[in-house]
């Protein structure tokens, strides 16, 4: 157990729809990231929020959004879903904000859009 | 898009045999880190070696890093059918100022009793 929560586990929803992926860190993790994983992409990374602020942004597409709130907690809001959509979303947290970190992840959400 | 290529894509070995996977990647990193996932599952966080180390040594795993040819690999020695997973690695983007990490394909490692 990496100490990161993720909810819901799985999400089936059809295209056209918004679902919300919500992210608890480790307790003191400050740095969360947010990456996708499907077969014909591979694990991408989409965004980062350190303290709640946005710090890094990677393949994130402008129908995707995600946020920080004051606990550390992220959310990942997904819009307009397309087929293409549909993969494992991960969160990971770590201390600090830099790349000399480990990044503990969360066991994933794995989204199915029909 | 994806820094690093791994080799190989799949490996099937014996219990008890040694498994080797390399990684290659293209920009200069600060660090690379190796992980495992098992069959759809969450990544579990194996080693992190820093540009300046060149070997770094976790119970039955050893990783190596030759930075002159942006290159890594992770040996698993004695092995079980419990590290049959996938075996990702991930470079930094050499910045300092972001944790953005970028992962290569993986390795699907089979195990066999």
């Known amino acids: 157990d990496s100490g990161v929560t993720q909810t819901p586990k799985h999400l089936i929803t059809a295209t056209g729809q918004r679902v919300t992926l919500r992210c608890s860190p480790r307790?003191?993790?400050?740095?969360v990231y947010w990456y996708q994983q499907s077969l014909d992409q591979g694990l991408q990374f989409l965004i980062q929020?350190?303290?709640?602020?946005?710090?890094a942004k990677g393949n994130i597409l402008e129908r995707f959004s995600a946020q920080q709130f004051p606990d550390l907690h992220s959310e990942l809001n997904l819009s307009s879903l397309e087929l293409g959509d549909s993969a494992l979303y991960f969160c990971?947290?770590?201390?600090?904000?830099?790349?000399?970190?480990?990044?503990?992840f969360g066991p994933g959400t794995r989204l199915l859009v029909l | 898009s994806q820094q690093g290529e791994e080799d190989p894509q799949a490996l099937s070995i014996q219990e008890g045999e040694n498994a080797t996977m390399n990684c290659s990647y293209k920009?200069?990193?600060?660090?690379l880190q190796w992980y495992r996932q098992n069959s759809g599952r969450g990544l579990v966080h194996l080693i992190l070696?820093?540009?300046?180390?060149r070997e770094k040594h976790s119970g039955r795993l050893r990783v190596t890093l030759d930075t002159s040819k942006k290159s890594s690999s992770l040996l698993i020695t004695a092995s079980r059918a419990a590290d049959t997973a996938s075996y990702f690695c991930?470079?930094?983007?050499?910045?300092?100022?972001?944790?953005?990490?970028?992962f290569g394909q993986g390795t699907t490692l089979q195990v066999k009793p």
């Open positions: 990971a947290s770590s201390v600090g904000v830099g790349g000399q970190e480990t990044q503990y």
């Open positions: 070696i820093r540009s300046n180390e």
């Open positions: 920009t200069s990193i600060n660090n």
């Open positions: 307790s003191g993790d400050l740095s």
């Open positions: 929020y350190y303290n709640g602020e946005e710090r």
């Open positions: 991930a470079t930094d983007d050499g910045s300092s100022n972001t944790g953005k990490l970028i």
